[in-house]
């Protein structure tokens, strides 16, 4: 049977994250993440509902993540739900919790409050919580610790006939007639 184990989550950071290295050296960054909610009852009132996650960044995105992010700032997380237990060793009870284990993760902005904005790296910032950030320059380095790869240009447009035997050339072409 086929499945699937894939979270997407936008919200802002609940404390600083944390960085710590396993015994066999790889870098692990602990974040809490906090989702807000807004929505109106039956009864018309404003209702405010907040979501806490922790999540587990790994390796060279785990200290990307130390090094520019603070408590407060947006971030984007892509990942899969891992869900772990264990035994108190206090009471001995069982013990279970629900977390995410980021793929990706990435700024979108400097904290909304308390200032940090110098700490963010310019190709990090964005204008507005809105998700929108510049593109990174070549020597920019993303939130995965690699150089970005930059697209390749669109295709040019055909001057050739066609299987139909028409000729399309770019004056044809109008920007009104793409799709997106």
């Given at each position: 049977m ?5 979270v997407?989550?936008m ?11 396993t ?11 906090a ?22 960044v ?7 993540c ?5 408590k ?8 899969r ?5 264990w035994?108190?060793r ?11 284990t980021a ?5 979108l902005?400097s ?20 998700g929108?950030k ?6 920019a ?8 790869v ?7 447009v ?11 050339t770019?004056?044809?072409e ?7």
């Amino acid at each position: 049977m086929a499945s699937l184990n894939k979270v997407l989550l936008m919200g802002n950071l609940t404390r600083d994250p944390e960085l710590r290295y396993t015994q066999g050296g790889a870098a692990v960054c602990a974040l809490g993440l906090a989702m807000n909610r807004r929505f109106t009852t039956a009864r018309g009132e404003d209702k405010d509902e907040t979501c806490f996650v922790d999540i587990d960044v790994w390796g060279k995105q785990a200290e990307s993540c130390h090094n520019y992010l603070r408590k407060g700032a947006p971030v984007f997380v892509e990942g899969r739900l891992r869900f772990d237990q264990w035994e108190d060793r206090e009471t001995g009870r069982k013990r279970s919790r629900l977390t995410v284990t980021a793929i990706n993760v990435q700024f979108l902005g400097s904290p909304s409050r308390g200032g940090g904005s110098n700490d963010v790296p310019e190709e990090y910032r964005a204008d507005s919580f809105s998700g929108a950030k510049p593109a990174p320059t070549d020597s920019a380095v993303s939130a995965k610790g690699e150089n970005p790869v930059k697209p390749p240009p669109f295709p040019p447009v055909p001057t050739s006939p066609t299987s139909t035997g028409d000729v399309k050339t770019a004056e044809d072409e109008s920007l009104d007639d793409i799709p997106f």
